[in-house]
């Protein structure tokens, strides 16, 4: 929950001495950190919700936890999806104080015209719903997004897991054919 606050200063004032004293108050933003119990609330959800899935036997076919200890995130969980145009799709989703960031892994780095590349994905990100392509660790390419921890709940688990894969496989085999020209053939369509 954010509230707002009426400052008694702004650094604007501080930064010009010929305007005495704090002269124009204004609302700053002042978000409240999550407690333990709504982090370990968005724990359970994930944990309820990929242990449903799997249930199910449908596209989600690995789930696994791993507690993270360098102090970046609380939990880190690693979902492999099976895939129309790749054979699978791994989601990593994980939690930090007051976030829940989600990657896919989408593609490693173009050998070929990856200019063309670059400029397919970016003007698919405008086309994205709370996701985005980016470049990662050499250069490979990632869909990424972040929402709030206190959101975290099956519907947004749903519509996270589904968006990745629906993007993945909408757009994987226009940008490996241009990455790839030589080596990737698209799969034919499944009746």
């Known amino acids: 929950m954010t509230s707002w606050r009426r400052a008694t200063w702004c650094s604007a004032d501080a930064a010009n001495p010929q305007i005495p004293g ?3 108050p204004i609302a ?16 359970a959800a ?10 199910r036997g449908e596209s989600l076919v690995a789930a696994e936890r791993q507690e993270v200890t360098d102090r970046t995130a609380s939990h880190r969980w690693y979902l492999r999806f099976k ?7 791994t989601l990593w989703l994980t939690l930090g104080q007051r976030t829940l960031h989600h990657e896919a892994q989408f593609m490693p780095a173009p050998e ?3 200019e063309a590349v670059y ?3 970016l003007r698919r990100n405008s086309d ?9 660790p050499e250069d490979a390419i990632y869909l990424i997004g972040r929402v709030a921890a206190a959101e975290v709940n099956d519907e947004e688990l749903d519509r996270i897991a589904g968006s990745s894969i629906h993007y993945v496989d909408e757009h994987f085999p226009t940008a490996m054919t241009l990455g790839y020209p030589k080596l990737y053939r698209r799969r034919p369509r499944r009746g």
């Open 119 to 121: 400029q397919y994905l």
């Open 128 to 136: 994205l719903y709370g996701m985005s392509f980016c470049l990662g």
């Open 83 to 89: 895939g129309e145009e790749k054979n699978f799709i």
């Open 22 to 24: 704090p002269t124009r």
């Open 112 to 114: 070929e015209n990856a």
């Open 46 to 55: 994930i944990d309820e919700w990929s242990t449903r899935e799997l249930d």
């Open 28 to 43: 700053v933003p002042v978000a409240d950190i999550p407690e333990d119990e709504e982090r370990m609330a968005a724990v």
